[in-house]
């Protein structure tokens, strides 16, 4: 294919213009990262050194960290560093923090994906199935449980998930560890504490797709032709609903992914959100703006998959239209 019929493809068009928002994007998460940490009060060298360092030795580290430079200096500095992939070093610990993105962030996109994938196989077939069994005002009772149980755990946060989570299943019934990654039985409650009120959210986004779905003519036209229920479900009914949940399920991945923070803090889970909420306490800005940086990176490059996956599913894309 020419190099000028390839750029007017619409598929170069599309990506093309993700790919620019997605820089713009990480340019957004890049400079809110630097600056909020900066206008937490405190001197983080002070904290680093401890109350009783004396004033030379702290402005000596302050200069030699360049924290004594004007605020556009230090985020100078700053890009040229991540452009020859320098995150900094843990004020703190001394650690370099790409080590310590290294060894967390694994664990954090292990409980993540989890959670996200768990969300997608609840959410899809029980919201669908929700839908068959209500549609027409059919079984009301069903139908008051489902909308009662999922609105609850809509309004439950996170933290207070994982903190009744571990009281019923791990010190309670003791079916699980307490906290920490031995096992698999230790991803158990984190991702649960992740993926119920995602999977709450998405059950009732699928349920009400469904039903429109379900009241379709061409669902209508299928059973007239004596399609069997799986044939209907499976072949018409489901793709269609699954594209609105991917869709709702791409704008539920930030939240998912910033409550990892929390999560990581209740069960001791050696990630990148207990770190991150370490160094805000600690105003380890390097270790801050890298953790922010990279849980924002993912986020956005989690939504340019769920992006690209919705152009090759809809079949109303204009995408598709090669």
Same mark, same amino acid.
């Given at each position: 294919?020419?190099?000028?019929? #390839? ?16 820089? @713009? ?8 990262? %630097?600056?909020?940490?900066?206008l937490v009060?405190?001197d ?19 200069h ?11 985020y ?6 991540l452009?020859?992939?320098d ?10 923090v790409?080590?310590l ?30 839908a ?12 008051l449980? %489902? ?9 439950? +946060? ?8 571990t ?9 699980l ?12 409650? +984190? ?9 709450a ?12 779905v @379900?009241?379709?003519?061409y ?7 004596r ?8 072949v ?16 539920l ?8 923070? #929390?999560?990581?803090?209740? %069960?001791?889970w ?5 770190a ?9 800005y +390097? ?5 922010? @940086? ?15 996956? @919705? ?6 894309s ?5």
């Amino acid at each position: 294919m020419p190099v000028p019929q #390839l750029l007017r493809h619409p598929w170069t068009a599309f990506l093309g213009r993700r790919t620019a928002r997605l820089l @713009l994007s990480l340019g957004v998460v890049l400079t809110a990262s %630097f600056a909020m940490i900066r206008l937490v009060p405190g001197d983080p060298v002070r904290a680093a050194l401890g109350v009783d360092a004396a004033p030379d030795l702290v402005a000596a580290r302050r200069h030699g960290l360049g924290l004594d430079t004007p605020f556009l200096t230090q985020y100078r500095h700053y890009l040229d560093g991540l452009l020859h992939g320098d995150l900094g070093t843990s004020l703190v610990t001394g650690t370099p923090v790409a080590e310590l993105v290294r060894t967390r962030l694994p664990a954090t996109l292990e409980i993540a994906g989890l959670a996200f994938l768990v969300t997608l196989a609840v959410a899809l077939p029980g919201g669908l199935l929700a839908a068959l069994r209500t549609r027409d005002g059919r079984h009301p009772r069903t139908e008051l449980a %489902f909308t009662a149980v999922t609105a609850g755990l809509v309004g439950v +946060p996170d933290f207070v998930l994982a903190t009744g989570l571990t009281a019923l299943l791990a010190v309670g019934l003791q079916l699980l560890p307490v906290a920490g990654a031995a096992g698999a039985g230790s991803f158990v409650l +984190p991702v649960l504490a992740l993926s119920l009120a995602p999977t709450a959210v998405l059950l009732r986004i699928v349920r009400v797709e469904a039903l429109k779905v @379900l009241g379709e003519d061409y669902l209508r036209t299928a059973r007239a032709k004596r399609l069997s229920p799986a044939r209907r479900c499976l072949v018409h009914a489901g793709p269609n609903t699954a594209t609105a949940a991917l869709t709702v399920a791409g704008s539920l991945l930030p939240a998912l992914i910033a409550g990892t923070v #929390l999560v990581e803090k209740v %069960f001791a889970w050696p990630g990148i959100g207990s770190a991150m909420a370490q160094s805000v306490v600690a105003q380890d800005y +390097p270790v801050v703006q890298a953790m922010v @940086l990279v849980l924002g990176t993912t986020v956005l490059l989690a939504g340019l998959l769920v992006d690209v996956l @919705l152009a090759v599913l809809d079949p109303r894309s204009t995408i598709r239209e090669m």
